[in-house]
Nanobody, 124 residues
Framework: QVQLVESGGGLVQAGGSLRLSCAASGRTFSRYPMGWFRQAPGKEREFVAAIGWSGGHTYYADSVKGRFTISRDNTKNTVYLQMNSLKPEDTAVYCC?????????????????WGQGTQVTVSS
């Protein structure tokens, strides 16, 4: 079993930066690919980024490429999402998730464990 807790959300002006953290518990954390998803009110959940178990492979939604960076530190059981050049359309609840497979990492249905989310609000 893996438990995930996000932190680092908040209010920021457009063009600013935030770093989200996802702290995980569970002895098999280092073997789980991790993903970040976001959901705004009235919208479907959207894939943001994913990272392989070793950190060597990363994947991004087109909407965040060049602005967001996903990373992980397995010694700290933590995955990060560095968000730069934030836009109002980035406003959403951001959740981290863990999966035991590499298949279709952009599909929320493949993820086994989810955090409760952290709110990110970007003002114009």
């Amino acid at each position: 079993q893996v438990q995930l807790v996000e932190s680092g959300g908040g209010l920021v002006q457009a063009g600013g930066s935030l770093r989200l953290s996802c702290a995980a518990s569970g002895r098999t954390f280092s073997r789980y690919p991790m993903g970040w998803f976001r959901q705004a009110p009235g919208k479907e959940r959207e894939f943001v980024a994913a990272i392989g178990w070793s950190g060597g492979h990363t994947y991004y939604a087109d909407s965040v490429k060049g602005r967001f960076t996903i990373s992980r530190d397995n010694t700290k059981n933590t995955v990060y999402l560095q968000m730069n050049s934030l836009k109002p359309e980035d406003t959403a609840v951001y959740c981290c998730a863990a999966t035991s497979t590499y298949h279709s990492l952009g599909n929320a249905n493949v993820y086994d464990y989810w955090g409760q989310g952290t709110q990110v609000t970007v003002s114009s």
